[in-house]
């Protein structure tokens, strides 16, 4: 199967968007452990990239598919908005509350 770049591109785009929302999922979840910003971020970023690299492993035994480098690079570069979305969103409320 020879995708068309516009399939590629959506499939590609399609993978950025689930890890930015996995970014701002797992953000959300670790907000009850009362972590610094700055911890918070090194384990949603670890777990991205880790769950990226992981995710792209398996589909080096699965037949037909591949595992790209690439690909990790994109997930985790998704977490990485994520996580830059909710810091401006943190850094919007606390000016509306001043």
């Known amino acids: 199967e020879n995708p068309t770049s516009l399939h590629l591109f959506l499939r590609k785009t399609a993978h950025f968007v689930e890890y930015l929302i996995l970014g701002l999922l797992l953000l959300f979840a670790l907000k009850p452990y009362k972590l610094s910003i700055k911890q918070n971020i090194i384990i949603v970023l670890s ?3 880790f769950f990226a690299s992981i995710d792209e492993l398996i589909q080096t035994v699965i037949p037909g598919r ?3 480098v690439i ?3 994109i997930d985790t570069i998704g977490v990485l908005v994520g996580v830059s979305l ?3 969103w943190i ?3 606390k000016k509306r509350v001043i």
């Open 47 to 49: 777990f991205g990239f």
């Open 66 to 68: 591949v595992g790209s």
């Open 71 to 73: 690909d990790v690079m």
């Open 86 to 88: 909710y810091l401006v």
């Open 91 to 93: 850094k919007f409320r």
